[in-house]
């Protein structure tokens, strides 16, 4: 049974940073990509970051760059998305994904992807 189970989230005032994970369990992680995304109240669910399954090449949002990273450890079956100098306006739910095995590269886009954890809140307090 495919099982994603993201922690890590809370509280955090504007400026600050959460780091983030999301343990993998029930396939092979080290084959597939993953993906990290938000979704506000009323808002269409958006990616943030994404890291291949080698680990060998990561992406984050244009607007988000330089401030969302992921990173993942294939030994632990776990991905961890760190998010610094955060704002009010992200408040969300946080959700990783896992794509389909065997795919190449990585993908920003909610429709690539086919597991899905239940989301962690970041609320972020001006």
């Known amino acids: 049974q495919v099982q994603l189970v993201e922690s890590g989230g809370g509280s955090v005032q504007a400026g600050g940073s959460l780091r983030l994970s999301c343990a993998a369990s029930g396939y092979t992680f080290s084959s597939v990509y993953m993906g990290w995304f938000r979704q506000a109240p009323g808002k269409e669910r958006e990616g943030v970051a994404a890291i291949a399954a080698g680990a060998d090449s990561t992406d984050d949002t244009d607007s988000e760059k330089g401030r969302f990273t992921i990173s993942r450890d294939n030994a632990k079956n776990t991905v961890y998305p760190k998010m610094n100098s955060l704002k009010p306006e992200e408040n969300a739910m946080y959700y990783c994904?896992?794509?389909?095995?065997?795919?190449?590269?990585?993908?920003?886009?909610?429709?690539?992807?086919?597991?899905w954890g239940q989301g962690t809140q970041v609320t972020v307090s001006s």
């Open positions: 994904a896992a794509g389909p095995g065997g795919v190449m590269g990585w993908s920003l886009s909610p429709r690539d992807y086919a597991d």
